[in-house]
């Protein structure tokens, strides 16, 4: 048998950083990543917000298992595993709603929103033996929150999500810290769509900002005739408008921090928010500045960051704030969901402005992401050379200094593939 | 290929009633340039301060200001999409995707003065090389302008009937 060849060839006395193809196009990375990956990681499940009230659930697939999101009548929130212990059944299924009790249609058996097995018809039927103590829906291994954004784990032995998260944490602090109570929440209207692509390539593609200008031209064009520069800063050696940075953040969790020239509702006015803008933007960033100081106040309103919680969680924090994750269902597509989030106390006014802003670039009728959708799709199907053209190039910025890889750069990239790479690896 | 040379859909005066067969006429009209992509003729069936929506699909009541929504274009809006899509560099349409579109069920809702509403369901048929085709299923609903010159668009929305878009990928073209 011939030695397979590597996932990444890594090499940074040389400057040489390769990604096999193989690992975007094959049944066998996917069916591996199944279990090494999504197995092992914490995977965002949902919003403390998108359950308010005891009864609330919301059902939905969590890298590909189907899983129940639920406040109990308890009040605590809960995920389950959403399969009838019985015959195995989804007990729930509608997408959102409030209930007492889960029903399987298929033999009656019901379950509490607490996970417990609530009623079995006719359950003097089963021998002695039977235990409907321990019938009670599953729930993953693990399931914790970092600042109401709720995760599950599959591996039981996995560090605690606040360790997982590590420096990461931070990127979601800035995010938050647009609350003045410290608390956002998801807004209604869901944005659902597939690509046929490998989900991999969307990781990339949400802090990759060296294709922005190509890829993006029309909405940079969009930017410039609603009066923004967006000309890049060339004599600066950047090929955007503003300096970004690529920060490692380590476990495989990466994020952008860019200089912010877009606009931002909370807070940087731009033309297309109108005039009458001007003076409710610049009260938003007087409480920031109140409440955080100068410097936190501008790290919130003056940059933009797009972080990636390895493996699939994005959350964009730029022209608005969108939550986006996205499972695949075959090395070549995958199912993309995607939220905006926002202060819960913002006002009417403010709230219209960040779902306005959201679609200038963001979703499937946003002026960018169609684009990116496309351009994953261009290398999905190029792809299909890859025994023949087996490598991708991933080597720019390599050499520089942590601290110097820009946005542009492909440095982050590296850092999740690195950790992709280890948890395939490991056997 | 047909061609559609004159706004003809109604040449009645303002104070003759709108016709349901005007009405499909100006739809009929409405999806042959869309799907022609004549879009610059198609922004003249717009009034001043037409808006073009598309909700989300869980959330077909909601209102821009306070839900997610996938278009939620004012005038100015409508032009820059429209000169998105002309312009090569819109990757998601270019080569622009090919449309039929198929517009039923016509009905004039109310009529209030000047302003019609009308209903009416469709289905949009878009296919992409290589070998792909999506097939956007959904209803209508329109607030027509009765003007001297002819019936104008205020209000555009399209609800899509699946429970997700999916399959469609995304909305990069005028639906």
Redesign the interface.
């Given at each position: 048998m011939t030695e397979r060849r590597p996932y990444i060839v890594d090499d940074p006395a040389r400057g040489v950083f390769r990604l096999n193809r193989e690992v975007l196009v094959s049944d066998e990375v996917f069916r591996l990543e199944s279990e090494r990956v999504f197995g092992r990681s914490w995977i965002y499940v949902g919003h403390a917000s998108e359950v308010p009230n005891p009864g609330d659930f919301r059902a939905r697939i969590v890298a590909g298992r189907p899983v129940i999101f639920c406040r109990s009548d308890a009040g605590d929130i809960r995920c389950f595993l959403n399969t009838c212990r019985h015959r195995g059944a989804t007990v729930c299924r509608e997408?959102?709603g409030n209930a007492r009790r889960f029903h399987c249609l298929y033999h009656g058996w019901a379950y509490g929103n607490d996970g417990h097995l609530a009623v079995v018809p006719g359950e003097n039927a089963y021998p002695e033996s039977f235990a409907r103590g321990e019938l009670g829906l599953r729930a993953p291994a693990r399931f914790e929150c970092y600042r109401d954004f709720w995760f599950m784990c599959l591996d039981e032995t996995a560090p605690a999500l606040i360790d997982y998260l590590g420096e990461a944490a931070f990127y979601i602090d800035l995010v938050v810290d647009q609350s003045p109570s410290g608390r956002m929440q998801v807004?209604?209207?869901?944005?659902?769509?597939?690509?046929?692509a490998n989900w991999k390539l969307m990781v990339e593609n949400s802090v990759d900002d060296y294709h922005l200008p190509s890829?993006h031209?029309?909405?940079l064009?969009?930017m410039a005739?609603?009066g923004v520069d967006v000309r890049p800063k060339l004599d600066q050696g950047l090929v955007l408008p503003a300096r970004g940075g690529a920060i490692d953040l380590g476990n495989g969790h990466f994020s952008t921090d860019n200089v912010n020239y877009r606009g931002r509702p909370v807070a940087s006015w731009i033309p297309l928010y109108g005039e009458l803008a001007k003076a409710e933007i610049a009260d938003i960033k007087s409480e920031l500045v109140a409440r955080l100081g100068e410097e936190r106040a501008a790290r919130v309103a003056g940059t933009n960051r797009n972080l990636v919680i390895f493996p699939n969680l994005v959350i964009n924090d730029g022209s608005s704030v969108t939550i986006r994750t996205f499972y695949p269902t075959a090395p070549d597509r995958m199912?993309v969901t995607a939220?905006?989030l926002g202060p819960v106390e913002e006002s009417?006014s403010a709230?219209?402005r960040r779902?306005?802003s959201?679609?200038t670039f963001y979703?499937?009728?946003g002026?960018a992401?169609?684009?990116d959708?496309?351009?994953l799709e261009?290398v999905q199907?190029g792809l299909s050379n890859w025994t023949d053209d087996p490598w991708s190039e991933m080597s720019r910025g390599m050499g520089k200094p942590a601290n110097e890889q820009l946005n542009s750069d492909e440095h982050h990239l590296r850092t999740f593939w690195r950790r992709w790479n280890t948890l395939m690896e490991a056997s | 290929m047909s061609t559609v040379s004159t706004r003809t859909a109604a040449p009645h005066a303002m104070d003759s009633a709108i016709t349901r067969e005007d009405v499909e006429s100006f739809l009929y009209l409405e999806a042959e340039l869309l799907d022609e992509w004549r879009l610059d003729e198609w922004q003249r069936l717009l009034t001043d301060d037409a808006i073009y929506r598309?909700?989300?699909?869980?959330?077909l009541d909601?209102s821009?200001?306070?839900?997610?929504?996938?278009?939620?274009d004012d005038r100015e809006r409508i032009r820059?999409?429209v000169?998105?899509v002309q312009?090569a560099?819109?990757?998601?349409?270019w080569p622009h995707s090919r449309t039929q579109r198929t517009i039923t069920n016509v009905r004039i809702a109310k009529v209030d003065g000047p302003l019609i509403h009308v209903a009416a369901n469709f289905v949009c048929h878009r296919f992409r090389r290589?070998r792909r085709s999506y097939q956007y299923v959904g209803s209508l609903r329109y607030v027509l302008v009765h003007t001297p010159s002819g019936l104008l668009i205020r209000e555009r929305h399209v609800r899509l009937a699946s429970?997700?878009?999916?399959?469609?990928?995304?909305?990069?073209f005028i639906l």
């Open positions: 997408a959102s807004i209604q209207g869901t944005q659902e769509y597939d690509v046929r890829t031209a029309t909405w064009t969009y005739n609603s199912q939220w905006a009417a709230r219209a779902l306005d959201f679609l979703g499937p009728g002026f992401t169609p684009d959708v496309e351009a261009m199907q | 598309v909700p989300s699909n869980d959330c909601g821009p200001e306070d839900s997610l929504f996938i278009i939620a820059q999409r000169l998105r312009n560099s819109c990757h998601a349409e290589p429970h997700e878009l999916g399959e469609l990928g995304s909305v990069s």
